[in-house]
């Protein structure tokens, strides 16, 4: 079972609409990760909260625009997409914040496809 | 440029034999080292990982790695493989000098035949 929750399980939309991506995880973690992965491809970070505070944004696009509402939910906010940003959506949380040694456990992402 | 390697793309093995996925790094300082396998259609699985001590590190499902210093290596391997290994697996780096930095592996395609 997976202890990182994502929702949707898919989402297809259009260039022009606006929608989030959620990801819960309820283990305490203090450290949560957003990561794009292309079929076939490892996943790449996109963005990192560390005890809720936005602590690195690996040069994201502004189409993309996260938020972390509490250490247990984060979000990720879409507008105005392009094609090329179809791919799977992982989220991530460990257990200290950015700087510990600890694994990190991936919810089963969400597969985004931009029409 | 601080990198992960995974040399083979796949791997094939017999199910029972022995299977080897091989990782190499790049990276300065003393950097944790992780394995992850992903089955389609599903998100990344923690499988084990070396912060330091013993070079031989077990995990889950029977899978163990071994860490070479001196040849920044870290494969994985299982002594006798199993149909339900085939999946991809990820080496992962995470650098403990400097910026953070968690840096994936391109990923290795282990197929073990029946």
């Known amino acids: 079972d997976t202890e990182v929750t994502q929702t949707p399980k898919h989402l297809v939309m259009g260039m022009t609409n606006k929608k989030s991506l959620k990801c819960e995880q309820h283990m305490g973690h203090r450290a949560m990760y957003w990561y794009k992965q292309k079929a076939k491809k490892p996943p790449e970070l996109m963005f990192v909260y560390s005890y809720e505070k936005l602590s690195i944004n690996e040069s994201v696009p502004s189409r993309f625009s996260p938020e972390c509402p509490n250490s247990s939910l984060l979000n990720l906010h879409l507008h105005a997409l392009q094609p090329e940003d179809s791919a799977l959506y992982l989220c991530?949380?460990?257990?200290?914040?950015?700087?510990?040694?600890?694994?990190?456990?991936f919810g089963d992402g969400t597969r985004l496809s931009i029409l | 440029a601080q990198s992960v390697a995974q040399p083979e793309d796949q791997v094939n093995v017999a199910e029972g034999n022995p299977l080897t996925v091989k990782c190499t790094y790049s990276?300065?300082?003393?950097?944790?080292l992780f394995w992850y396998v992903q089955y389609p259609n599903r998100g990344l699985q923690f499988l084990l990982k070396y912060i330091t001590g013993d070079n031989l590190v077990k995990g889950s499902y029977g899978f163990e790695a071994e860490f070479n210093k001196s040849q920044t290596s870290f494969h994985l391997k299982k002594p006798s493989a199993l149909v339900s290994d085939s999946a991809l697996y990820f080496c992962a780096v995470r650098t403990t000098s400097g910026t953070y930095k968690y840096i994936f592996g391109t990923g290795t395609r282990l197929k073990v035949l029946a």
């Open positions: 991530a949380s460990s257990q200290e914040g950015v700087t510990g040694n600890q694994p990190q456990h």
């Open positions: 990276v300065s300082g003393n950097p944790y």
